[in-house]
């Protein structure tokens, strides 16, 4: 999805529309002049297609007119470059003083599934949640230092390390008394009664590594599946 968003961004560029990656939630500032802002909406990997959220702002000075204008302009340009658009109505955003238009652009048989959607190799569910960036998992679990057996009351500490492209944001995942399930081809693993600890984010040239921490009161784990 990385190339998706880079694709976007890029052909936006290349018509003049100067365009950039979402705002983190909450930190956007009043604005002083026109910006376009570009984020995955979302995928069907089922359908081999993707949704990117084009948002246009312009300070309320400008009026809504020329934020509709420069939205429809946006959309001709993410219709050249393959997308199919639905152009939301113009809304006024009070802590930004500025008015904003939605678009959105569906590219469909532009998804490569990951490895582990096509094998139901190395899947990582939390929750209710997929997570479907996820590079790496590993969980351990105290021993006693004499024998090397596990403490039966010990608590299982697991990471779990995702990695973003350019405009992707993570998933939201419940904070506290969830289930962690690994899946593979070989057997399926579960952690229960787990909740964070900590949480780590890393901004790379080619965009965001999270890792986040928690504990997990018990581990299960079932054979073949």
Same mark, same amino acid.
């Given at each position: 999805?990385m190339n998706l968003i880079i694709?976007?961004?890029?052909?936006?560029?290349?018509?003049?529309?100067?365009?950039?990656?979402?705002?983190?939630?909450?930190?956007?500032?009043?604005?002083?002049?026109?910006?376009?802002? #570009?984020?995955?909406?979302?995928?069907?990997?089922?359908?081999?297609?993707?949704?990117?959220?084009?948002?246009?702002?312009?300070?309320?000075?400008?009026?809504?007119?020329?934020?509709?204008?420069?939205?429809?302009?946006?959309?001709?340009?993410?219709?050249?470059?393959?997308?199919?658009?639905?152009?939301?109505?113009?809304?006024?955003?009070?802590? @930004?003083?500025?008015?904003?238009?939605? #678009?959105?652009?569906?590219?469909?048989?532009?998804?490569?599934?990951?490895?582990?959607?096509?094998?139901?190799?190395?899947?990582?569910? #939390?929750? @209710?949640?997929?997570?479907?960036?996820?590079?790496?998992?590993?969980?351990?679990?105290?021993?006693?230092?004499?024998?090397?057996?596990?403490?039966?009351?010990?608590?299982?500490?697991?990471?779990?390390?995702?990695?973003?492209?350019?405009?992707?944001?993570?998933?939201?995942?419940?904070?506290?008394?969830?289930?962690?399930?690994?899946?593979?081809?070989?057997?399926?693993?579960?952690?229960?009664?787990?909740?964070?600890?900590?949480?780590? #984010?890393?901004?790379? @040239?080619?965009?965001?590594?999270?890792?986040?921490?928690?504990?997990?009161?018990?581990?299960?784990?079932?054979?073949?599946?």
């Open positions: 999805m694709k976007v961004l890029n052909g936006l560029d290349a018509a003049g529309i100067i365009a950039d990656t979402a705002y983190p939630g909450g930190t956007m500032p009043n604005i002083t002049e026109p910006q376009v802002t #570009v984020s995955l909406e979302g995928v069907e990997y089922t359908a081999r297609s993707a949704t990117v959220l084009v948002t246009v702002m312009v300070p309320a000075a400008m009026g809504g007119g020329e934020c509709e204008s420069m939205a429809i302009r946006v959309a001709g340009e993410l219709e050249k470059l393959g997308g199919v658009c639905v152009q939301e109505a113009c809304r006024f955003n009070g802590y @930004a003083d500025a008015f904003y238009v939605r #678009v959105l652009a569906t590219y469909r048989g532009s998804v490569v599934l990951p490895t582990w959607a096509e094998s139901k190799d190395f899947k990582v569910t #939390v929750g @209710a949640t997929e997570l479907s960036n996820v590079v790496s998992f590993r969980a351990e679990q105290v021993v006693d230092a004499v024998t090397g057996t596990p403490l039966s009351t010990a608590v299982w500490t697991f990471r779990i390390e995702e990695e973003y492209g350019r405009g992707e944001v993570p998933v939201l995942v419940p904070s506290e008394n969830f289930d962690v399930t690994i899946s593979r081809s070989l057997g399926l693993e579960t952690y229960t009664d787990c909740s964070w600890i900590a949480c780590q #984010v890393e901004n790379t @040239a080619t965009g965001m590594r999270q890792i986040r921490k928690g504990i997990a009161k018990s581990r299960t784990e079932i054979g073949i599946i």
